[in-house]
């Protein structure tokens, strides 16, 4: 089985996949169904037929630029496992730091809103680590709410997670205020996804992507309501595109939100805008 992997990672080497040997490492764990243990443990085991062909369909896959996560069908995130549908964007690291933010502002006994949450990564990582937390996750697409739903049951905190199907705040309860808002909206300007890799440009759903024709326009939705749904005191956080600090702050500003700070990720980039309600 060792052999059969590494064909196939000099295969997407001379190809130029920059991360060959872990695109076939866990490629050939999926079409093996072995744990990456297993791939040590039983290296010089041979592997059958419909195996070999099962990996070699995934292969083709990855040489046609989809990414493993979507071709396995699964994602790791904080730590935890994240199913992924065709509505789902892959949750990525970048977006642990929003996540490390979240648990420092949020304690028990609070209530938290998720406003675009795909797999919901950001809510399920959450609850997971603060066990007395609660949260509300809103998704325009219904199908991405299937794999949150499911992601919710498997990380064990269905009970405190629900999901509600619509735009931003739209279908939310008059009334419910939050300690703490936060999102991954799309952000990427509409003229800018074509020119992107095949990998987003072609696999990703572009309703996870496309952010108005200057990438703001779901900063502009969320800021303008935020304050009436927060508690006084309450925070939004938001994940933003590495240019974005200044033009996302700016967004927040103007809609009245106060205590304006940019986050940077672990390259040095922009990559989480925090602002505070402070109620009138
Ligand atoms: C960049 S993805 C982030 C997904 C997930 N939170 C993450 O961090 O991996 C943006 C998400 O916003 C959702 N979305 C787009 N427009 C929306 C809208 N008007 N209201 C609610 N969700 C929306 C998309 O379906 C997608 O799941």
């Known amino acids: 089985m060792g052999g059969l992997w590494r064909q196939w990672r000099d295969v997407l080497s001379r190809l130029g996949f920059a991360n060959a040997a872990l695109d076939a490492k866990w490629l050939a764990a999926a079409a093996l169904g072995l744990s990456n243990l297993e791939m040590v443990t039983r290296e010089t085991e041979p592997v059958d037929d419909a195996a070999a062909l099962r990996l070699a369909e995934m292969v083709q896959r990855r040489m046609g630029g989809e990414s493993v996560g979507r071709i396995i069908g ?35 006994g609070q209530r938290m809103l998720d406003l675009g949450t795909g797999t919901g990564c950001i809510p399920i990582a959450i609850l997971a680590n603060e066990p007395d937390v609660s949260a509300l996750a ?16 498997r990380n064990g905190v269905a009970e405190r997670l629900q999901l509600l199907e619509g735009s931003w705040f739209e279908p939310l309860v008059e009334g419910e205020r939050f300690d703490l808002i936060v999102s991954n909206p799309p952000y990427i300007e509409s003229a800018v996804i074509e020119t992107l890799a095949p990998e987003v440009r072609v696999h990703d759903p572009r309703l996870a992507l496309d952010g108005g024709p200057d990438g703001l326009a779901p900063y502009r939705s969320i800021a303008a309501e935020a304050g009436r749904w927060l508690k006084p005191g309450g925070q939004l956080m938001v994940e933003i595109g590495h240019d974005q600090g200044a033009s ?26 925090c602002a505070h309600h402070i109620a009138a």
Request: glycine share 8%.
């Open 248 to 273: 996302v702050s700016k967004v927040l500003a103007a809609a009245g939100l106060a205590g304006i700070t940019v986050h940077c990720d672990l390259a040095g980039l922009d990559r989480v805008v």
């Open 138 to 153: 809103v998704d325009l697409s219904g199908e991405a709410l299937v794999a949150a739903r499911e992601n919710a049951v």
């Open 74 to 108: 699964e994602r790791e995130f904080y730590g935890l496992p994240f199913r992924l549908n065709a509505a789902t964007l892959e949750p990525r690291p970048d977006t642990e730091l929003l996540v490390d933010l979240a648990l420092k502002a949020i304690g028990p």
